[in-house]
């Protein structure tokens, strides 16, 4: 096939390509590192600080509460200023947020600088997510979007790792290195995204027609032009005002439906991990060891979903990952008080299964939405899916101390069947389809 007809949604994937998945794909692994280093630390900092129950949940929801603020100021900036000039601005709020977590003496500093932290978490949804999306050709887009979920499991299992070296190689105030060892990572995350371009595809939106033509011509080669950009869907042009009434307001609701159900269960146990564990009957290095090997267990079951996504498809991915750990999850609640082999097997299984609708977060959204408010529409869903994450995690001390373990995992249960129910009714199928046919309302 010659260049000149030649889509840039076939070419094969080049160093750019690589080079583009790595400095979005750092981003989900200091997020996945920032998200899940407070349950590491929590113990100890609650203990200085002197935090009863309701403010141990108040410091882990911080970061979530963050995530929701800036997913919506951070998608409509995205669509309306670029992705290029946000991409800095989540690592900048990782260093700041995090250096800052080192001198802490309340509470009330920690949930402010946690909540921080969570605005650049939130950013780096819509402005990341948007940025690898656009430039990726369409057979590798599936798996490198759901790569990005692998990359978050991968940062948040090295938190465990990284963290649970620094407390036992550290004196009592060694939850302030391990909450500000994150900062390293924002540095290094600043350095390899230097010299990011913009995405074509928006230049293209906002009518900058000769530096979208430059930007293909560097990262696709010289033989490339604006002519080998897909031609766009027919369809009315969709504005953030008429979002809900443009036809895109059910894929709007199965997106903040579906992300929610799935990581819901999972941010109230990882921000809790250790203690959940401890509920479960796995105690000392059973708790602490079991904690790294979960999550271990979700980057497999990511991987094999990735691996999946397009043989499998969309729609059939989610619903079995939904209805198999919600099953697991259920199994909690019923053997809680079962043996050390039981407990980690069923929550190996959640582990496992609940990859499919993981990975789907990112692919999804970004995939059902035309470029004008592709970020905006998944900065939306990363920021009201943060909602019931928050009040999650905050309600998971009160709910053990007062429903006890068993309880608290069958309302983790019904809330995965809410995104079973969801997947089932709503779910539609994007496979092997450009970005401008997946987002079309005409198929």
């Given at each position: 096939?010659?260049?000149?007809?030649?889509?840039?949604?076939?070419?094969?994937?080049?160093?750019?390509?690589?080079?583009?998945?790595?400095?979005?794909?750092?981003?989900?692994?200091?997020?996945?590192?920032?998200?899940?280093?407070?349950?590491?630390?929590?113990?100890?900092?609650?203990?200085?600080?002197?935090?009863?129950?309701?403010?141990?949940?108040?410091?882990?929801a911080s970061a979530m509460l963050g995530t929701?603020?800036?997913?919506?100021?951070?998608?409509?900036?995205?669509?309306?200023?670029?992705?290029?000039?946000?991409?800095?601005?989540?690592?900048?709020?990782?260093?700041?947020?995090?250096?800052?977590?080192?001198?802490?003496?309340?509470?009330?500093?920690?949930?402010?600088?946690?909540?921080?932290?969570?605005?650049?978490?939130?950013?780096?949804?819509?402005?990341?997510?948007?940025?690898?999306?656009?430039?990726?050709?369409?057979?590798?887009?599936?798996?490198r979007l759901a790569g990005l979920t692998i990359l978050w499991f991968v940062g948040?299992?090295?938190?465990?790792?990284?963290?649970?070296?620094?407390?036992?190689?550290?004196?009592?105030?060694?939850?302030?290195?391990?909450?500000?060892?994150?900062?390293?990572?924002?540095?290094?995350?600043?350095?390899?995204?230097?010299?990011?371009?913009?995405?074509?595809?928006?230049?293209?939106?906002?009518?900058?027609?000769?530096?979208?033509?430059?930007?293909?011509?560097?990262?696709?080669?010289?033989?490339?032009?604006?002519?080998?950009?897909?031609?766009?869907?027919?369809?009315?042009?969709?504005?953030?005002?008429?979002?809900?009434?443009?036809?895109?307001?059910?894929?709007?609701?199965?997106?903040?439906?579906?992300?929610?159900?799935?990581?819901?269960?999972?941010?109230?146990?990882?921000?809790?991990?250790?203690?959940?564990?401890?509920?479960?009957?796995?105690?000392?290095?059973?708790?602490?060891?079991?904690?790294?090997?979960?999550?271990?267990?979700?980057?497999?079951?990511?991987?094999?979903?990735?691996?999946?996504?397009?043989?499998?498809?969309?729609?059939?991915?989610?619903?079995?990952?939904?209805?198999?750990?919600?099953?697991?999850?259920?199994?909690?609640?019923?053997?809680?008080?079962?043996?050390?082999?039981?407990?980690?097997?069923?929550?190996?299984?959640?582990?496992?299964?609940?990859?499919?609708?993981?990975?789907?977060?990112?692919?999804?959204?970004?995939?059902?939405?035309?470029?004008?408010?592709?970020?905006?529409?998944?900065?939306?869903?990363?920021?009201?899916?943060?909602?019931?994450?928050?009040?999650?995690?905050?309600?998971?001390?009160?709910?053990?101390?007062?429903?006890?373990?068993?309880?608290?995992?069958?309302?983790?249960?019904?809330?995965?069947?809410?995104?079973?129910?969801?997947?089932?009714?709503?779910?539609?199928?994007?496979?092997?389809?450009?970005?401008?046919?997946?987002?079309?309302?005409?198929?």
């Amino acid at each position: 096939m010659q260049k000149e007809n030649m889509s840039i949604e076939d070419v094969p994937l080049n160093g750019f390509h690589q080079l583009m998945t790595l400095r979005c794909g750092g981003g989900w692994i200091l997020d996945g590192y920032i998200l899940s280093i407070i349950g590491v630390a929590i113990v100890q900092f609650s203990d200085y600080l002197h935090l009863d129950s309701f403010w141990q949940g108040m410091v882990a929801a911080s970061a979530m509460l963050g995530t929701f603020f800036s997913g919506f100021l951070g998608g409509w900036l995205t669509d309306k200023i670029g992705r290029q000039r946000l991409f800095f601005v989540g690592p900048l709020l990782f260093i700041i947020g995090s250096v800052g977590s080192f001198w802490v003496e309340s509470g009330t500093a920690l949930f402010i600088l946690r909540f921080l932290v969570g605005m650049g978490v939130g950013l780096e949804y819509p402005v990341a997510g948007s940025l690898l999306a656009e430039f990726l050709p369409q057979k590798n887009r599936g798996p490198r979007l759901a790569g990005l979920t692998i990359l978050w499991f991968v940062g948040a299992a090295l938190s465990y790792i990284v963290g649970n070296f620094i407390l036992a190689h550290s004196g009592p105030d060694g939850w302030r290195m391990v909450l500000a060892s994150s900062a390293v990572l924002g540095a290094l995350l600043m350095l390899v995204r230097l010299g990011t371009p913009e995405s074509p595809r928006w230049l293209m939106n906002k009518g900058r027609f000769d530096e979208a033509d430059q930007v293909i011509k560097k990262v696709y080669g010289p033989g490339f032009s604006l002519a080998n950009m897909p031609a766009q869907a027919s369809e009315q042009k969709v504005s953030l005002g008429n979002l809900l009434h443009s036809g895109y307001g059910k894929r709007m609701l199965f997106v903040i439906v579906f992300w929610t159900a799935a990581v819901v269960p999972m941010f109230a146990v990882y921000s809790f991990a250790p203690v959940v564990l401890q509920a479960l009957n796995l105690k000392g290095n059973w708790a602490s060891y079991g904690s790294v090997l979960i999550t271990l267990l979700f980057v497999v079951g990511c991987v094999i979903a990735t691996r999946l996504i397009d043989t499998m498809g969309r729609r059939p991915l989610i619903i079995h990952s939904f209805l198999w750990s919600s099953l697991a999850l259920l199994g909690l609640g019923a053997f809680s008080s079962g043996s050390e082999v039981v407990v980690l097997l069923l929550f190996g299984a959640y582990a496992l299964f609940i990859g499919g609708a993981q990975v789907l977060e990112l692919v999804y959204p970004n995939e059902l939405f035309p470029t004008e408010i592709r970020a905006f529409a998944v900065g939306v869903g990363s920021s009201m899916t943060r909602v019931g994450s928050a009040i999650g995690t905050w309600l998971v001390p009160a709910s053990l101390a007062s429903f006890g373990i068993g309880h608290t995992m069958y309302a983790a249960a019904a809330v995965s069947f809410i995104g079973l129910v969801a997947s089932v009714l709503l779910a539609p199928e994007t496979r092997a389809m450009s970005l401008e046919e997946a987002a079309s309302l005409k198929r």
